[in-house]
């Protein structure tokens, strides 16, 4: 297993799909051994089982020279000393050089639709290695049907070996009661409602257009709202920071940074309603964590998210901060309106858990194993 990106505390959404997974497949087949590979130290709290044995291969992957390096050369030669019956790789990087049956996870190839979003040196490695990895991975696993069909056709993959898990979101989610949520927005807003960004800061997520739009809907709604934006800042960040600093309302926008699965549920749960309006996305696991805390959603009308959110939200053109403004006035203006989008959340949210992405990727893993027995 590729468990590079499993260290608690700096989970994303890969990270938490590794780490949702793994930890219920490693619990349900004792009778499996398991080698997790990291390339630094790991925390014992992702060691699931004594059918577990943790392998630190040094160095720690920090840039694209590093990533190729641990691949060919480490991984490679720890596959050719055990000669496992698979290596799976739940972030879709492969050794080349392996003859290991392999199952590859794609959550998605934005890199090849929005190049831009990417460092240069990294975004060249994407887009030059991950073909040649989908054309050696014995399978493909990744999480949305929007996903599927543009590994198909972008890669030119048999669709028969392509197979698909929705994600999940942590079952801890659940909604606020009203006093709770009041005591949270008294902590982050002073007691204002608020829309809610979760996710990495960069580029592909839309932020400087959220910021716009949330600029136009306090123009012309003088309601005391605020933005709360939840994640880490990564790369390429400068237009975010250019359209918050020229803005008037910009102290009504609040950064909290990452926050941990219980803080994130309260603040999930207390807000007016979940904006996550990117350019290109996999999967979305915001939204499904916004419909488990009872929260309507705005999202964009593009790549998976109608997929995922089906009528459980109001849709926006992400490239137009006015039809995010629009979204956000018809949330806070139309009688029943939020009502009625957290009741669809209700039904729609049952559609996406982690045992069932679990099970789905152990079905893979076993086709894997069986076409190689």
Same mark, same amino acid.
């Given at each position: 297993?590729?468990?590079?990106?499993?260290?608690?505390?700096?989970?994303?959404?890969?990270?938490?799909?590794?780490?949702?997974?793994?930890?219920?497949?490693?619990?349900?087949?004792?009778?499996?051994?398991?080698?997790?590979?990291?390339?630094?130290?790991?925390?014992?709290?992702?060691?699931?089982?004594?059918?577990?044995?943790?392998?630190?291969?040094?160095?720690?992957?920090?840039?694209?020279?590093?990533?190729?390096?641990?691949?060919?050369?480490?991984?490679?030669?720890?596959?050719?000393?055990?000669?496992?019956?698979?290596?799976?790789?739940?972030?879709?990087?492969?050794?080349?050089?392996?003859?290991?049956?392999?199952?590859?996870?794609?959550?998605?190839?934005?890199?090849?639709?929005?190049?831009?979003?990417?460092?240069?040196?990294?975004?060249?490695?994407?887009?030059?290695?991950?073909?040649?990895?989908?054309?050696?991975?014995?399978?493909?696993?990744?999480?949305?049907?929007?996903?599927?069909?543009?590994?198909?056709?972008?890669?030119?993959?048999?669709?028969?070996?392509?197979?698909?898990?929705?994600?999940?979101?942590?079952?801890?989610?659940?909604?606020?009661?009203?006093?709770?949520?009041?005591?949270?927005?008294?902590?982050?807003?002073?007691?204002?409602?608020?829309?809610?960004?979760?996710?990495? =800061?960069?580029?592909? %997520?839309?932020?400087?257009?959220?910021?716009?739009?949330? @600029? &136009?809907? $306090?123009?012309? !709604? #003088?309601?005391?709202?605020?933005?709360? =934006?939840?994640?880490? %800042?990564?790369?390429?960040?400068?237009?975010?920071?250019? @359209? &918050?600093? $020229?803005?008037? !309302? #910009?102290?009504?926008?609040?950064?909290?940074?990452?926050?941990?699965?219980?803080?994130?549920?309260?603040?999930?749960?207390?807000?007016?309603?979940?904006?996550?309006?990117?350019?290109?996305?996999?999967?979305?696991?915001?939204?499904?964590?916004?419909?488990?805390?009872?929260?309507?959603?705005?999202?964009?009308?593009?790549?998976?998210?109608?997929?995922?959110?089906?009528?459980?939200?109001?849709?926006?053109?992400?490239?137009?901060?006015?039809?995010?403004?629009?979204?956000?006035?018809?949330?806070?203006?139309?009688?029943?309106?939020?009502?009625?989008?957290?009741?669809?959340?209700?039904?729609?949210?049952?559609?996406?858990?982690?045992?069932?992405?679990?099970?789905?990727?152990?079905?893979?893993?076993?086709?894997?194993?069986?076409?190689?027995?």
């Amino acid at each position: 297993m590729n468990t590079r990106l499993l260290m608690p505390g700096k989970l994303d959404g890969i990270g938490w799909f590794t780490f949702e997974t793994l930890k219920r497949i490693t619990k349900s087949h004792p009778e499996t051994h398991f080698y997790f590979l990291f390339d630094r130290n790991y925390s014992p709290e992702v060691i699931f089982g004594d059918n577990v044995t943790p392998v630190i291969l040094r160095p720690a992957t920090r840039h694209p020279f590093l990533w190729y390096f641990w691949l060919e050369c480490r991984v490679a030669s720890f596959l050719r000393r055990i000669k496992p019956d698979l290596f799976l790789s739940t972030d879709g990087f492969l050794p080349l050089r392996s003859k290991v049956p392999s199952l590859q996870v794609i959550h998605d190839i934005n890199f090849e639709h929005r190049p831009g979003d990417l460092p240069l040196v990294a975004g060249k490695y994407y887009r030059y290695f991950f073909p040649r990895y989908a054309r050696k991975a014995s399978r493909i696993l990744t999480v949305s049907e929007y996903s599927r069909r543009d590994i198909i056709n972008q890669y030119d993959v048999n669709e028969d070996l392509v197979d698909l898990a929705y994600n999940g979101a942590n079952e801890q989610f659940h909604p606020l009661a009203p006093e709770q949520a009041d005591e949270v927005r008294n902590d982050i807003t002073k007691g204002c409602p608020y829309f809610l960004f979760v996710g990495s =800061l960069h580029p592909r %997520k839309n932020i400087t257009n959220l910021l716009k739009a949330f @600029q &136009l809907f $306090k123009d012309e !709604n #003088k309601a005391n709202f605020k933005l709360v =934006l939840v994640g880490e %800042k990564f790369f390429l960040t400068s237009p975010m920071e250019e @359209q &918050l600093e $020229k803005m008037p !309302n #910009k102290k009504d926008v609040i950064f909290t940074g990452r926050l941990s699965p219980d803080r994130l549920n309260e603040v999930i749960g207390a807000a007016w309603a979940m904006t996550f309006v990117p350019y290109f996305e996999g999967f979305g696991i915001p939204i499904v964590e916004a419909m488990r805390c009872e929260i309507p959603v705005i999202a964009s009308k593009v790549t998976s998210l109608p997929e995922i959110a089906g009528d459980a939200a109001i849709y926006t053109t992400p490239e137009s901060p006015g039809s995010i403004r629009d979204a956000m006035i018809r949330i806070v203006r139309e009688k029943g309106l939020r009502d009625e989008l957290i009741e669809k959340g209700r039904k729609r949210r049952d559609l996406f858990s982690w045992g069932d992405t679990a099970r789905k990727l152990w079905e893979s893993m076993e086709k894997v194993m069986d076409r190689d027995a």
